[in-house]
């Protein structure tokens, strides 16, 4: 099968990666001490662990972080037409590796109060404080995804939490944007001020930190959250494990369709 962007011979997901027109342009940038003129037209599998053989741990993630980026620059591509530079492909991919460690150097660090807990279990926010908690699941039926929100006190006192089913399919960042303006619109009903939010997706932490231009339907629902973070407080937003946001999920994989 023939590749749609540059014509060459061969259409696999490690040319997409490595071979094609805008991954050559991205690989002119970053260039690692790796063999893939010897692999590059093999399964994308077998490329990675040829490179998780050659490549330092340091380096194979910013690696694996480089070839999704331009995996889903690709996909921007095919689908609207157009992609980001090369440049704010590894902009990007590197700004979301940096989110990353943050993250985990943030959990790492946790008040006396909650030292026995697990660094991937919720964490409650500094006294006095609100939390809210958001994330959207797809169904089992794969025709819908539920949305789960909560708001808890630093005692892990629940003081309000909403679940509902949306029949249409969506990415998953779209998906986890939508809980999130969900989760703020809780807040505004109830008028409570929150000063931290959680979610899922390192995505939506980069689209609200502007580390990520969102493009399409993203744009405007990012526009909106920053436009309610104001209103309802929050402080900062931080990207979490599935375990760190159990009671949102167990909430959107329960909720039940709209009446």
Same mark, same amino acid.
């Given at each position: ?9 061969? /259409?696999?997901? $490690? ?6 027109? @805008? ?7 970053? /260039?690692?001490?790796?063999?893939? @003129?010897?692999?590059?037209? %093999?399964?994308?599998? &077998? ?6 053989f ?29 992609? *980001?530079?090369? &440049? ?7 700004? %979301?590796?940096? /989110?990353?460690?943050?993250? *985990?150097? #943030? ?7 909650? @030292?026995?807990?697990?660094? #991937?279990?919720?964490? $409650? ?6 939390? %809210? ?6 169904r ?15 005692? !892990?006192?629940?003081?309000? $939490? ?10 998953? &960042?779209?998906? /986890? ?17 929150? !000063? ?20 399409? &339907? ?12 104001? !209103? ?18 167990k909430?959107?994989?329960? #909720?039940?369709?709209?009446?």
């Amino acid at each position: 099968m023939r590749a749609r962007r540059c014509s060459s011979s061969v /259409e696999s997901s $490690a040319h997409a990666i490595f071979g094609c027109l @805008e991954a050559k342009k991205c690989g002119r940038i970053v /260039e690692f001490d790796c063999h893939f @003129e010897d692999v590059k037209n %093999l399964p994308a599998l &077998e490329v990675f662990m040829n490179a998780a053989f050659h490549l330092s741990v340091e380096d194979l993630g910013s690696f694996c972080m480089i070839a999704w980026a331009i995996w889903d620059n690709r996909n921007l591509i095919f689908k609207f037409g157009k992609g *980001k530079p090369s &440049e704010l492909v590894i902009y990007g991919a590197f700004s %979301l590796m940096a /989110e990353f460690q943050n993250s *985990k150097k #943030a959990l790492s660090i946790q008040p006396s109060s909650v @030292e026995s807990r697990s660094c #991937a279990d919720w964490l $409650a926010p500094p006294p006095g404080k609100y939390k %809210l908690n958001t994330t959207a699941a797809i169904r089992k039926n794969g025709i819908s995804f539920g949305v789960g929100t909560a708001i808890r006190d630093d005692k !892990d006192l629940v003081l309000a $939490a909403h679940s509902y089913q949306l029949t249409s399919i969506f990415n998953a &960042e779209i998906g /986890e944007l939508i809980a999130l303006r969900e989760g703020l619109l809780l807040a505004q009903f109830y008028n409570l001020k929150v !000063d931290v939010a959680e979610v899922i997706s390192l995505f939506v932490v980069s689209f609200l930190n502007d580390s990520i231009p969102p493009v399409g &339907e993203s744009n405007f629902i990012v526009k909106d959250i920053k436009a309610m973070f104001l !209103d309802v407080g929050i402080s900062k937003c931080l990207a979490v494990s599935r375990s760190g946001n159990s009671l949102a999920r167990k909430l959107a994989l329960l #909720a039940p369709l709209p009446k």
